[in-house]
């Protein structure tokens, strides 16, 4: 995984799912799910409300 | 849960319980899905929503009205206040605020009572699809798959919307296209009675902080920024600093997250045997973030268009375009005409937001909508508004 999210801040909210371009996150009831396609973009985690997601560096 | 529908409606928000209530109306056989346990919750949404858009759909029940408010109320940076969209010949209350895991939840159970089968905890994983027509989906209740057929699979799953995407729609948000929020309802305050709006910079860069009355002593106060602004800053530390700074007795009893999209008209939500509805069409407004009453607008046109998909047994692209023209010709003009004033006011400086808020000394604007004010503000202030002229 190279997007990591820290489910003790996520909210679940699902804004980091609407913004991945390739649609590599998905939001199930309470937690965020990131699938191989992630290319690191870090979209996500910019745009996080809670700062919830971090791109590891591998 | 049966293995085939007419139509199945992926996400039971205001926009999917509307689509599917006007379908089951309209005699057709109609699944809902939620994949929350909880219809409604949770909540990711300031609340707030003018009366008479709403009313055309529901009548009011106070089991979801939060509160009543009499307008809104605009703060610029330098704190120059100005009242807007009240009704001052009644003096009648023009908005709500809801009590949204009711709401929701209320609008899924009308659904269901005029005919549709609602399932909760259930989730849609893909599409189903034939000859070049989506045909269904693959949903997961408990754990376990299923494939259930349908003439024509409505995404009404918000936000995070899948069913587009999967469908070959581009819903993808750019940073810039998205509000990011955080709000907490808060007690041991005077909530007051409009909805007010901050803005400026020393808010909330590229969006608005807000304050909307919740009830006695409560209310929800939040903000959303532009998330190309967002990174360095985050909406939630701005929020604490503004309640550390204005509102110290504040208590918070519940915190929300959420992102808005503001992107404006996306350029297609329907192709064929699927149909986008409310956020998951990014029909929420650019400028004001409300999404509640144009995702059941959405909802009612979307489910128009199923019944009469079904009377000609056409399902493709040439019938559910009546859905895209029809939402473009009504809510799309308001949106379309909110994303060019957004554009133009993320770009404005707290002194231009001061300058604006000025100009309107000795203005009543207190019955002014947002169209009409906005046409007064670009009338006071052509020079710093021209970008709006085609407009006005």
């Given amino acids: 995984m190279v997007v990591e999210v820290n489910r003790f801040k996520c909210g679940y909210c699902g804004a980091c799912v609407g913004v991945c371009p390739v649609g590599a996150l998905e939001l199930m009831e309470t937690w965020i799910e990131v699938d191989d396609s992630c290319t690191r973009c870090g979209v996500c985690a910019k745009i996080c409300p809670v700062g919830a997601l971090e791109v590891k560096k591998k | ?392």
């Fill in chain 2, 1 to 392: 849960m049966k293995d085939r529908y007419d139509v199945i409606v992926v996400g039971a928000g205001p926009g999917g319980s509307i689509t599917a209530k006007t379908c089951a109306e309209g005699g057709l056989d109609v699944l809902l899905i939620e994949k929350r346990q909880e219809i409604g919750d949770p909540v990711r949404c300031a609340e707030g929503v003018g009366k008479d858009a709403l009313l055309k759909h529901i009548e009011p029940d106070n089991k979801w009205i939060a509160a009543e408010v009499k307008g809104s109320m605009l703060i610029a940076p330098d704190g120059t206040e100005i009242k807007m969209s009240e009704d001052a010949s009644s003096n009648m209350k023009v908005g709500y605020v809801l009590e949204r895991k009711i709401f929701d939840r209320t609008l899924a159970q009308k659904a269901a009572m005029a005919g549709a089968e609602v399932m909760v905890k259930t989730r849609a994983t893909g599409l189903l699809r034939s000859n070049g027509m989506v045909t269904g989906i693959n949903a997961m209740y408990m754990g376990e798959t299923h494939e259930i057929k349908a003439d024509i699979v409505i995404g009404a799953d918000g936000i995070e919307s899948k069913v587009g995407r999967w469908g070959g729609i581009d819903t993808s948000l750019k940073p810039g296209d998205i509000e990011t929020g955080v709000q907490f309802l808060v007690s041991n305050i005077d909530p007051g009675e409009y909805n007010k709006f901050y803005l400026g910079e020393k808010y909330a860069p590229g969006g608005y902080q807000w304050i909307f009355p919740k009830g006695e002593h409560t209310a929800n106060v939040g903000l959303g920024i532009l998330g190309s602004k967002s990174g360095n800053v985050r909406a939630i530390s701005l929020l604490h600093r503004f309640l550390e700074i204005n509102m110290p007795q504040a208590k918070i009893v519940e915190m929300v997250v959420g992102g808005v999209p503001v992107s404006g008209p996306i350029k297609q939500t329907v192709t064929n045997g699927l149909i986008l509805v409310g956020d998951a069409a990014r029909q929420s407004d650019p400028l004001t973030g409300g999404g509640i009453t144009n995702a059941m607008d959405a909802g009612k046109m979307a489910g128009e268009v199923c019944i009469k998909a079904k009377e000609r047994g056409d399902y493709s692209v040439k019938t559910l375009k009546e859905y895209e023209d029809g939402w473009r010709a009504t809510i799309g003009k308001e949106i379309s005409r909110s994303l060019k004033v957004k554009n133009l006011f993320i770009r404005l400086s707290d002194e231009q937001l001061n300058q604006l808020a000025h100009s309107l000394d000795g203005v009543d604007a207190r019955t002014m909508e947002l169209p009409k004010f906005l046409a007064v503000l670009f009338r006071k202030n052509p020079k710093l508004l021209w970008e709006l002229r085609s407009l006005y």
